[in-house]
């Protein structure tokens, strides 16, 4: 039994199977060690941010030249109003600001411990940390150093998230996560229905039931699959978004708008897949080196701007990441809007690049397929209704007799 053991071992792992190995272990490890280098590469400096200063004093001062000193951070801009600093969140110009209080000096002095406002934006959680860490780190230093030495935290900070005011796992990654899903789903569902004419030679009874029109069978295998697609993104983004600030009648539009746009960009990317690899097996395998990582490269969980420019290129093409910058305008309010269009069309150009190379792709195999079928006397089909017309020999032979 043993022996029969090793010698099954060595059929199925040593049998000049090279798919088998780079499946099991060329492609997890490379993947990962890839990935390590990538995010390693970088540290996260040089975070923009906003200053508004409610309080001038010789702390406020003080503080505004630490900020400035820090490499993590990049005192960028200095507002007058919060709502300012808040608007530049909104379009992405900061990461985060600080309000410097009214009369926070005096306050020190009294051993009061003034409360110093850190407002973030609320989409990534991990910038965030870095940043609330080096403040955290500043205010303690600077103010322990001036006044209050018996004191552990002089001033103490405290966070506010900017689109996200409960800091909740939702709003910082469930809803990025869902739309990933869904990112990933597009990509493999159509790769699994454009094979289906080519897994049992059966090109030409599609082509039949769709009246020998290649552009009839295209529309009518994408178009139900992106309605349905694109239905149940909704569907499941709206009722997750419950639990969130509700959207307006105008930002779910946006929303949506993008949403088609994505899943036409992926629906159109799957078709490629298989136009480029002409079966279902590789399609997958290509749909889902592409689409699994996407959400790790899309700047939710690792910000872009401390990632390797090749990197950077990478998470453009993907549509994923276009469509998180919409839903993250939608969450920071009614401002999000006018941020929103841009990655529209970015998403739009996307999903009219892949549906015109992926049709034209498909229509070619449809034609070389429907050749082979022909030249190796596979089942003809009708035109009208796409049943199988059989030779007179086998209705003669099928008719019943008296």
Not at 14 to 42: K, Q, T
Not at 104 to 115: D, W
Not at 256 to 280: H, P
Not at 327 to 352: C, E, N, S, T
């Amino acid at each position: 039994m043993i022996r029969d053991f090793f010698r099954a071992v060595r059929k199925i792992y040593f049998s000049h199977n090279i798919v088998l190995w780079l499946i099991v272990l060329v492609l997890p490890v490379g993947v990962s060690v890839f990935m390590l280098d990538v995010f390693s590469a970088e540290i996260i400096q040089h975070i923009p941010i906003g200053i508004v200063k409610q309080d001038r004093s010789e702390l406020a001062d003080r503080l505004s030249r630490a900020l400035n000193a820090s490499p993590v951070l990049d005192v960028v801009l200095e507002c007058e109003q919060l709502s300012d600093c808040e608007h530049a969140v909104i379009r992405g110009e900061l990461q985060a600001f600080i309000v410097f209080p009214y009369d926070m000096e005096r306050r020190a002095l009294r051993l009061e411990t003034p409360v110093v406002p850190v407002y973030s934006s609320g989409q990534n959680y991990l910038t965030n940390t870095f940043a609330a860490k080096e403040v955290r780190s500043i205010f303690s230093t600077i103010g322990g150093d001036l006044f209050t030495r018996a004191m552990e935290e002089p001033v103490h900070v405290e966070l506010k998230s900017v689109g996200n005011t409960l800091g909740n796992y939702q709003g910082f990654l469930a809803m990025g996560l869902i739309t990933s899903i869904f990112h990933l789903a597009c990509m493999l569902v159509a790769v699994y229905v454009m094979s289906l004419p080519f897994r049992d030679h059966r090109v030409r009874e599609f082509l039949a039931a769709a009246g020998n029109s290649r552009v009839t069978l295209g529309l009518a295998t994408a178009l139900p699959l992106v309605l349905v697609q694109w239905l149940s993104l909704v569907g499941t983004y709206a009722y997750a978004h419950r639990t969130l600030s509700p959207m307006t009648f105008d930002e779910f539009i946006v929303v949506s708008v993008a949403q088609l746009a994505m899943v036409l960009a992926c629906v159109g990317a799957g078709i490629s897949f298989v136009g480029i690899t002409g079966n279902m097996r590789m399609g997958t395998s290509v749909a889902g080196v592409i689409g699994s990582p996407a959400f790790a490269f899309a700047g939710q969980t690792f910000p872009l701007m401390a990632m390797p420019l090749a990197v950077k290129l990478f998470a453009m093409i993907l549509p994923l990441t276009h469509l998180l910058k919409v839903q993250a305008a939608m969450l920071l309010g009614p401002i999000g809007k006018a941020q929103a269009w841009d990655p529209i069309v970015v998403l739009l150009a996307m999903a009219l690049f892949w549906n015109l190379l992926g049709g034209r792709l498909m229509f070619m195999r449809w034609k070389r397929a429907a050749k082979r079928e022909a030249a190796r006397n596979l089942p003809q089909y009708n035109t009208l209704t796409g049943t199988e017309i059989k030779p007179a020999s086998a209705m003669v032979e099928e008719a019943p007799h008296d």
